[in-house]
């Protein structure tokens, strides 16, 4: 599992352009959308789950907090 989360967040590097400076606006909102999904699957981590679901909320929930990283600073 921990082998497929890295290559998961390789993949979203290499999929995701560089950002420049221009384009702050809209690395705001698309921050703020990371933060909010998040959020919303550290709380769906906390209720009830099956050991199925558990592996898909956690390996969407290292995805974005690559994309989190890479896109926001």
């Known amino acids: 599992m921990r082998r497929a989360q890295v290559l998961l967040a390789a993949l979203l590097a290499l999929a995701l352009p560089a950002t420049s400076s221009a384009t702050t606006g809209r690395d705001d909102a698309r921050c703020t959308r990371l933060e909010s999904r998040i959020a919303d699957l550290?709380?769906?981590?906390?209720?009830?789950?099956?050991?199925q679901q558990g592996?898909?909320?956690?390996?969407?929930?290292?995805?974005l907090e690559a994309?989190?990283?890479?896109?926001c600073r």
Request: hydrophobic share 40%; glycine share 4%.
């Open 42 to 51: 550290r709380l769906k981590l906390r209720l009830g789950y099956s050991a």
């Open 55 to 63: 592996r898909v909320y956690r390996q969407k929930l290292a995805a």
């Open 67 to 71: 994309e989190r990283r890479l896109v």
